[in-house]
């Protein structure tokens, strides 16, 4: 049973243009949401977080937004380069329980050139 | 990730043998996950531990996974006997490290049971 959910599995965009990648979850309890970036053979690292106090956070060429009531948050990076080809995971946690996170199943993002 | 070191990081065996799966974290974290990545479920969260102590392992698939952390630099995932559904990439990540909410991973270890 997802509590998350990334409904689109890849995304191919033109450098330069902005990529949104969406997220959904179920569980209202959640409060604390994460964006994870993937390269082929490597672990996941952190890229940008968002608390539900807030429903905006910046950093650089990454936005999260995040709408509580639609129980959906979403990444836009402008403008995007090819370096930025990677999987995203978008992953939710309740923050009193710490560190235990929900994942999505991934976005796959293509830029071209 | 150079603050988690897992081993190996690339695993082929065949059905029916036992594979073990090692994670060594770096000093300062206070949690440790085991998740599995497969493409049709994502990241699953199959195992944690909060200071050493296991906290909540219903991740876990099947009886014939277990794991263990005796001690805050060390923790194995065990598989016995694999299967090819096994088949996956199992990362191990601590939380805490920083004082962040925030989940560091390790590169991972792929799994080919044959």
């Known amino acids: 049973d997802q509590q998350v959910k990334q409904n689109s599995p890849s995304l191919s965009v033109q450098e330069g243009r902005i990529s949104i990648l969406n997220c959904d979850y179920t569980?209202?309890?959640?409060?604390?949401f994460l964006w994870y970036k993937k390269y082929p053979a490597e672990g996941p690292t952190f890229l940008i977080s968002?608390?539900?106090?807030?429903d905006k956070n910046e950093d650089g060429r990454f936005t999260v937004f995040l709408n509580k009531s639609a129980k959906h948050l979403s990444l836009h990076i402008v403008p995007s380069q090819p370096g930025d080809s990677a999987v995203y995971f978008c992953a939710a946690s309740e923050w009193y329980t710490g560190n235990q996170f929900y994942f999505g199943t991934g976005t796959s993002l293509t830029v071209i050139p | 990730d150079a603050g988690v070191i897992q081993s190996p990081r690339h695993e082929v065996t065949e059905m029916g043998q036992e594979v073990t799966l090692r994670c060594k974290p770096i000093s300062g974290h206070n949690s440790l996950f085991w998740y599995r990545q497969t493409m049709m479920r994502g990241l699953e969260l199959l195992i944690y531990f909060n200071n050493n102590v296991p906290i909540d392992d219903s991740g876990m698939p099947e009886d014939r996974f277990s794991a263990k952390m005796p001690n805050a630099s060390f923790s194995t995932l065990k598989i016995q006997p694999s299967e090819p559904r096994d088949s996956a990439v199992y990362f191990c990540a601590i939380g805490g490290a920083s004082g962040a909410n925030v989940l560091t991973f390790g590169a991972g270890s792929r799994l080919t049971v044959l």
């Open positions: 968002i608390s539900s106090i807030k």
């Open positions: 569980n209202s309890m959640f409060d604390y």
